[in-house]
């Protein structure tokens, strides 16, 4: 295996895990006008929490509202591989999924019903992973896969009764994250934070955010640029 592929193998990981858990959530509010989650933990000290049967029906019903969307990202994460991207996200149910990162380089996570593509445009390599067995347990669940699944693969908190705020933890020993934490206004999602493995953090906060538009099919499909390694997984 070449230096190169080395490097690019080493930054497809780094890429996957700051999207699904490391990044999808990796991942946080300026012009969306919410607090964050410490700050809304603050101002509820005195609420109490829903019991979890009540706080996974009422992020089911959340989740079950949003058939697609699509946002503006600004991600950060905090920890051994500290950084900021920015970019764009389109969902849309079932388990389509696309996360594009302009700044600071270019990069692009397309996930459908069976497969996920992971392109990094300056290495020209293009990774394919089967879908299942990558999001699953992963933060992607939460807002392409199937919302009356989510608590077979989480258990799910509601911190204070009166604010929608959750915070879920993931079942499966195998799961990249600690926990992560997902807060809305207004039916939208707004901000998810990430405790990985790595003992890292990253937050995401979306703005522009519009809920149930009309996507494309196209979205959702990638085809390597002629040239580009093709990596299977």
């Known amino acids: ?15 996957k895990q700051k999207l699904m858990g490391g990044a999808l959530v990796g991942v946080l509010m300026t012009t969306l006008g919410v607090a964050a989650p410490m700050v809304a933990l603050t101002q509820s000290a005195t609420a109490a929490p829903a019991d979890n049967l009540t706080a996974a029906k009422r992020l089911n019903q959340l989740l079950t509202n949003t058939k697609s969307i699509t946002a503006n990202f600004s991600q950060t994460t905090k920890g051994a591989n500290s950084g ?19 700044s600071p380089s270019e990069q692009l996570i397309v996930a459908n019903g069976s497969s996920m593509w992971i392109y990094d445009k300056d290495l020209e390599q ?14 992607a ?30 079942k499966s020993d195998s799961a990249s994250f600690k926990n992560l934490s ?11 934070v990430l405790n990985d493995s790595l003992g890292q953090t990253t937050s995401i906060k ?9 996507i494309s099919s196209s979205q959702f499909k990638f085809t390597p640029p002629k040239g580009v390694d093709v990596i299977n997984q």
């Open 1 to 15: 295996m070449t230096l190169l592929t080395k490097q690019s193998n080493k930054q497809a990981t780094t890429i």
């Open 84 to 102: 900021t991207f920015t970019g764009k996200m389109s969902v849309q149910r079932p388990n389509n999924f696309r996360w594009e990162t302009k």
């Open 126 to 139: 293009a990774t394919k992973q089967n879908v299942d067995s990558q999001v699953g347990n992963t933060p």
């Open 141 to 170: 669940l939460l807002l392409s896969g199937d919302p009356s699944k989510i608590d077979k693969n989480f258990k799910i908190t509601q911190p204070y009764a009166n604010k929608n705020y959750y915070v879920l933890y993931p």
């Open 182 to 192: 997902i807060s809305f206004s207004g039916g939208k999602p707004v901000m998810m």
């Open 206 to 214: 979306f703005s522009g955010i519009k809920l149930n538009p009309s």
